[in-house]
């Protein structure tokens, strides 16, 4: 169907109407009554009989045909979630050097370490205001230098256990740390 600028139309999966106000090859925007423009793929719209010059009008539009394709297409089905990756920590903080900065030049180890380190920190307190109950903090294997800083890190909280994330998922090089959220962080008391 042709449609042309300032027709009213309708969408049809949608209760989406309005004006339209621009069409470029297959898409067609159009202008809602609150003033919001939204664009859509040429067959997604009907006209609207209410808006435009033809108050009776029947348009050569094949409802049997949209509702055929309505019904063929199935909704996709949700991946299955194991139950061992449900409670699986959704918050990574990768500590690679290479991806808290640009460039590594000019940077002692030492700087790079307590750049680590600080992110850490930072992303640990983060997660600790915004009641985040596990995060992995991957950190390579190398010679263990940053591994063993983490461990002492999370050893201040009293709030936090840490252990060794999923060798599955991490290998060696990840470090899990789970947040007890009703604990103060002070006193260990609760």
Do not use: W
């Amino acid at each position: 169907m042709k449609f042309k600028v300032g027709d009213t139309v309708e969408t049809i999966d949608d209760a989406i109407s309005g004006v339209i106000t621009n069409i470029s090859e297959n898409t067609v925007t159009v202008e809602d009554s609150d003033g919001f423009n939204f664009q859509f793929v040429a067959n997604e719209l009907m006209l609207s009989a209410s808006g435009n010059s033809l108050e009776n009008a029947v348009y050569n539009t094949d409802f049997e045909a949209v509702k055929k394709e309505k019904a063929s297409k199935k909704r996709k089905s949700a991946p299955t979630v194991k139950p061992k990756e449900r409670h699986a920590p959704k918050f990574e903080v990768d500590l690679h050097i290479h991806h808290l900065t640009k460039s590594t030049r000019g940077m002692s180890n030492f700087d790079m370490l307590n750049l680590q380190l600080d992110t850490a920190r930072g992303q640990l307190e983060f997660a600790i205001r915004k009641r985040i109950p596990k995060i992995v903090f991957i950190h390579g294997v190398g010679e263990g230098v940053l591994r063993q800083e983490l461990e002492t890190l999370f050893s201040r909280y009293n709030n936090v256990t840490f252990y060794d994330a999923d060798y599955k998922i991490y290998g060696l090089g990840a470090t899990e740390v789970r947040v007890f959220q009703n604990i103060d962080p002070y006193s260990g008391a609760i």
